[in-house]
């Protein structure tokens, strides 16, 4: 092999280099039951072990706790430094994301997966920083203790009493490695005394709390457990990819109900280790009714659902008046099997028998879907909410609206009692009460339902002033305008709130038929943009911007009614660079002002919709409208797009056919007179008797000019061919050795008396060329190397694979190039100042243009032994048809 | 023109709209005994040809009023009078476009007298009845009939495809085959766009039957168009 050729060890590492950046990293969780066992030494020394092997390695955030040992072995590795963040007068240090983003290293060790980031952090979490990190295909080596796993921590409370703050979701890892570091518990207790976990002070206390004998054998039990069920399902999904019937044969798809009830966080964490078990997937669902929701009840709800989500279920919303209904309507349209609903609470009466009452219909209706009745564990993270809830203080204005109607009417009554009998005024209240039902919620229909019946009994039933009713038509009445008012209320009030969610509903679909309709007479990206966003500023009461991609960063659309601040750009590009949502509402910057909506199609992100929206919460319904717009406005965006690109292709082959048929008409007129001078020249030469040396020696001159004529014709129309951008080469499997034959064949005369080494590698694949451009190219190398040496100067010609790549070099012994002319080399019509007659200074510039329009790369230079050599790399991305021939 | 007029008088027909072009080639192919008719643009070549039957025909591409494949395929819906194409195109795809319509053979323009009368034998060759039984090359032999492959005297053992490779080239021995045409005929027309078989039996016919010391040149690649199977004395 030559020296001068590329170092295949260099090549390597740049290809893996690309190939990793495409791939998401690994990660690697060192998981421990409980602080103190040893995860951080355990991650360090296989840290220490990598940086043996020559992994690219860096710390992005270890804390040691001052531990001796474990600072020992921090030493040799590379650190960024951390992030200094100051928040409520405290000095916080926080791992620098976008540092350990910018260095890129193949691995990162970072510390303590589920620490909580000081606010003002990209994201509220540690795990998702990890996130990004893999994201952006870089290994990461990190610990965690069992207790911070989402599906185990409710385990952990009950069997310790901790309270557990923070949590990772199980979704992260899914992907793991997981190295269980164990310790016996006794030894633990030990450390633990030795002051090895924790600082003098602190031991006693953690001792008799948290480190207690059992705890910790619990605990134990519990993270060997959930790695042996995590190996399990690795062995799992390696039988689903040996055969796809296996692992899915349970069937199983469990459904969650999930409401803004404290207890549905702990149901949710249910459902996902009963998935995790029958290893299936899950659908968590809320539905919605047109009652509306406390504010702490809907931010409830929203965490519920994030929840359910960061833990791998597939979330829906929907909405239905009649819960069970609604229920059952998704879990049908879902496939599920099993359904999972909380066990009603027993301390409140009214709850349990409007819970019983949903039990009953869920049981009569479920068909052959199983329900599960899961017993609502007792979460003392959230604070209790009294028994009976009073609506806010719009509810307290409609009691108070009911209270002076009904003081109205019994005015109204008291003048009228005078000229009619008793019954009269109840008919009034009756009416009343209905009126009230047209404009208050439940509540105020029932109380003013109750009160006025009470009120008609004391004024105006005989006896009147008292409470006591002597005579039995007037009890059976009396009875009954409680009933009648009660249901009439009730009736009214429902028809009213079902009336309602229509209302929403036709708002929602006249909504997106309205933007449907304008988007589809927008016909330009501007026209789109604009109509996105005032159709989003009109229906959202927003603020609205739409940030796309310009010549070389992120802009906002000029048409858009918020002006993005640099910060909330940066969030929204950070977005667009992640393909997620950010910004406010969400986990991604979440003290942005604004919310940043990917518009993304399936190939590519093609902007963001950041939207200021003045809500305190952001409802799921109103968050899925305005996903759906963003969806929308990215199809049509797309459509646009593609429509350009039509009309673009469209002009190129117009183009190219012109420049096609120009072409041939020149080639035709230059060539047709050469065509009949070499004819007549060869038809001559051919004639044996004619007179002597001097006519044969003229007609070879004839025959060699025409000859160079003729390749300089065809040189310039290649070149011209080239500038025009119309050379597209056509792949084909092509036979190197038999390239590489026929080109030397095809120069018989022009190489006559030269000796041409040719090396092909032995195990030469089948390779993806155009035959003929290939061929032009390595006969223009060749006839150069023949031109600039000494007659009887030896070429070589070698062609090699390496991973990726194919590679050709044309090398000679003769003077070599002169260093200064080499920048020059591939330039149209240039020609070396001292080279021989007969080049017409194109022949190189064609190799570059049809080695580049392979995609390839030429270089030249002088050999180490004296020479030149010009070497070619083509990428070989495809991979030569193995199956057998037929 | 080294041994004109051997043999009996054979007409053929020349369709190119350049006077000079029409010139020269009456006075080489007159020299080596043919006669010659000429057309200046398609429509009359068509006419002429059927009025004429013309032995041979040499059509050029780049006509007035019809393109060249065009009267090409105009021609063989009715008659399999061998065609040589002469045209200034040089690109692949025209020459695949001529191939595949049903030319004989392609030389470009400008083109050594000589080369063009080889091939003009070549096509009128092919042209009669099939009686190649037995082809030979240097110390090669290929006997159709018997179903053998001999070379220095010893048979060379083919698979069953490369023979049926092997075959077509010797039916069609010194014209161009089309990789379309290779593979229709022994892939069957879903096989067209599998050009590595191609590679692959050819790489393994050479091997076999060319000696590795000299680039033999027995099966000659025609670079994106086809191969061609030369050198053969029957």
Redesign the interface.
Known sequence: MEPDRPNPDSLLAAIQNEVARKKRGRLKVFLGMCPGVGKTFAMLEAAQREIKNGSDLVIGYVETHGRKETDALTAGLPLIARKNLVHRDLALTEMDLDAVLARHPQLALVDELAHTNTPGSRHPKRWQDVNELLDAGIDVFTTLNVQHIESRADTVRQVTGAEIRETVPDSMLDDAELELIDLPPAELVERLQQGKIYLPERTASATQNFFRAANLTALRELSLRLVADHVGAETQAHHRRQNQAVAWKTGHRLMVAVSGSPFSESLIRWTRRMADSLRCPWLAVHIENAHGLEDATQSRLEKNLALARSMGAEVIGTTDENLARGLLRVARQNNVSQLIIGKPAVNNPLAWLWGGRLLRQLARDSGNIDLQVVRAEKSDLVPRTPGWRWRPSTSWKQYGAAAGVLAAMGLLNVLLAQFTGPRVPGFIFLLAVVLLALFLGRGPVLFAGVASALVWNYFFLPPRFTFIINNTEDGILFGLYFVVASVLGQLVARIRTQEQAERQREERATALYQLTREFAAAGTRDEVVWQLIAEVDRVFHAHTAVVLPGENSLAAHPDGSLVLSEKELHVAEWGFLNRQAAGKFTDNLPGAEALHLPLMTERAVVGMLSVKLSDKVLPLVRRDLLETYARQATLVLDRVALRAAGEQNKLIAESERLSNALL?SI??EL??????????A??LA???NADGEFNHAMIAEIQEA?ARL?RLV?NLLDVTRLDSGHVRP?L????V??LV??T??SLGRELAGREIKVEVAKAMP?ARL???LM?QVLANLLLNAALHTPAGTRIQLQAWPEKEHLFFAVADNGPGLSPELLPHLFGKFFRAPDAPAGGSGLGLAIVKGFVEAHGGQISAANRPAGGAIFSIRIPQTEL??TEA?? | ??SPITEPSQTALVIDD?P??RR??R??LE?NGYAVVDATNGKEGIVQAAQCRPDVILLDL?LPDLTGVKVLKRIREWSQVPVVILS???R?QDKIAALDAGADDYVT??????E?LARLRTARRRSQPATIAVFRAADLEIDLSARLVRKHGVEVKLTP?EYALLRQLVVHAGKVITHRQLLTEI?GPG?VE????L?????HL?EKLEDSAA?A?LI??E??VGYRLVGGTD
């Open positions: 041939n080639s035709h060539r047709t007179p050469l065509a009949a001078i070499t004819s007549a060869s038809a051919e004639v044996k025409s003729n065809g056509k084909d499997w092509c036979d050795s038999d034959q026929t030397i064949r089948l155009d035959f003929t061929q030569p048809p021939l037929p | 023109m080294s350049e000079q072009i020269l080639l006075v080489t020299a780049g200034v195109r040089d692949e323009k400008p083109f050594a007298s000589g063009l495809t892939w096989a599998q050009t590595h078989y590679r692959v039996h050819i790489a050479r680039p040149g000659l690649t670079p994106g």
